[in-house]
């Protein structure tokens, strides 16, 4: 058995143990496909981030799940990018490219004050309607149909990865929500790897336009993310395309984590160009400790 240093960051928020954490590795060139995932498995946070180098971009990043690697994490991003940054990896560059597998991304270092800041541009959004029965969609995430909704289209959407945008009408339900994600494959014939991302206009926080939660695709090995970066992105364009169809950007904030005790902030930006929308999210990370893994 071989040990490795992985670092743990809590991403979207200032307070150790909330927001989501991430496992972090910032020197992964020599790792293989298999070991990247055993370690990802043995930290068993919803992702952790292996940092390498890149033919095409600054660094590359590979992200894994408990359960399989996956194109592109937000949150992930945002804890590995501060860790490189704070480590004095990055000199004093303000913008970096990242090579993933959707494709090489910026991304923008500022500051609020003191606090580190870190931009991240997301993939081109994608829509697909849902097609599936929505009631057995509610049930497998404890509700009923009558809690979704149905003024508002439900959609598969991506920025990097796909999730299921479900919106729902009040905020007390997400409190009731009781997640079965065995079922999913089987509701979401069309797209049986994705995961679900309820969502309502009422919010806890005045300052928050939105309020999520997210649930794992069973392929992934985990139940509930606590605070979604992809997903809050694709939700502002999920506005442009289906809520303020005139405007030619949004900025707002989602608040997502406080049913799990993990409360966290994403700021999205979406900008309109041509046929095409600019997907903007920005948070922050803080560190929490140092784990020694065994692969």
Not at 152 to 161: D, F, L, M, Q, R
Request: with cysteine; charged share 20%.
């Amino acid at each position: 058995m071989k040990t490795i240093k992985v670092l743990h960051y809590d991403a979207f928020t200032l307070q150790p143990h909330q927001g989501n954490p991430a496992g972090v590795v910032l020197e992964a060139d020599k790792l293989t496909d298999e070991e990247m995932q055993r370690i990802a498995t043995q930290v068993g946070f919803n992702e952790t981030t292996f940092v390498q180098h890149s033919q095409e971009a600054d660094l590359r990043l590979r992200y894994f799940t408990p359960g399989h690697e996956m194109n592109l994490c937000g949150h992930a991003t945002m804890a590995s990018m501060y860790a490189l940054k704070t480590h004095g990896m990055l000199d004093d560059k303000h913008t970096v490219m990242i090579e993933t597998r959707v494709g090489v991304l910026p991304i923008q270092f500022d500051n609020d004050g003191e606090q580190l800041m870190m931009t991240m541009k997301q993939d081109f959004p994608q829509f697909i309607p849902f097609r599936g029965d929505v009631g057995a969609l509610a049930e497998s995430i404890g509700l009923q149909l009558e809690d979704v909704d149905m003024t508002k289209p439900i959609v598969y959407g991506s920025t990097g990865i796909w999730t299921l945008l479900i919106p729902l009408k009040r905020l007390s339900s997400f409190a009731r929500m009781q997640p079965y994600n065995e079922r999913f494959p089987g509701i979401l014939t069309q797209n049986p790897r994705a995961s679900l991302h309820p969502f309502c206009m009422e919010t806890s926080d005045d300052a928050c336009l939105m309020h999520a939660r997210h649930f794992s695709s069973p392929y992934s090995g985990t139940i509930e993310d606590p605070v979604t970066g992809t997903a809050s992105g694709v939700m502002g364009a999920y506005y442009l395309t289906y809520m303020d169809t005139d405007a030619p950007s949004t900025e707002f904030s989602v608040e997502q984590g406080q049913e799990m005790g993990r409360d966290g902030r994403v700021r999205v930006k979406v900008n309109r160009q041509s046929d095409d929308m600019h997907v903007y999210v920005t948070g922050t990370a803080v560190y929490v400790n140092e784990l020694e893994v065994q692969y």
